[in-house]
């Protein structure tokens, strides 16, 4: 096959990657800036969010936070970004660092503090313990100028930020086929973060090999 046939033949799986990309970020801005209403004080609010007032001011430190964890994030992975303006890259990079971190840890706070049963809180609660874990080893690899390592680690956590916008997905699709909340709130607590997780795991390897 030459070299021109092989070009047109990948050029379907660039134009499906671009799209994926730019798809996800222009969701991941538009759920970030959602989010703010928790704090700007606008804009509905889900029912067990108000009626539970242990998660003041937690929601609002997590949805700050993780709001701009989610902006930046997609950011982030950006190739361009990255070469032609590495001073930015770092700068958000140290701001969407403290976002996960401060995101993840409200997000242990508000699982354990949930109504809807051990399995939801578990499904939250593991998605922040991943969510630290893998910003933090996202964070020490490029530290040790270990670049490649530091790359699969920032996809991985980004997965895992991206649950925010995969949650608000499930929660209205779910509702509108007529599945009970409390049970579709304890399905998507694993749903909302799983697949994504499996997803960067397929990215990586494929672009390992």
Known sequence: MSGTARAVD????????????????LLGVGVGLLSLRY??????????????????????????????????????LSSVMRRRWPGLHRASGWLYVLGCIVGAASALVLSAGLSSGPVAAAGFGAL????????????????ARDFSRHRAW?????????????????????QLIGIDFDLAYRCIAWLAWVPNVVIAEVCIRHGAR
């Open 39 to 76: 704090i700007a004080g606008v804009g509905p609010v889900p029912a067990n969010v108000l009626a539970n007032r242990y998660f003041d001011p937690w929601i609002a430190v997590h949805a700050v936070a993780a709001s701009i964890a989610l902006m930046l994030g997609a950011m982030q």
């Open 128 to 143: 922040g313990v991943l969510w630290l874990h893998a910003t933090m080893q996202g964070l020490g690899s490029a530290r």
């Open 154 to 174: 920032m996809i991985r956590s980004y997965a895992l930020t991206f649950a925010a916008v995969t949650l608000r997905v499930y929660l209205p699709a779910s």
């Open 10 to 25: 990948m050029e379907p799986g660039r134009m499906l990657s671009k799209a994926i990309r730019y798809g996800g970020a």
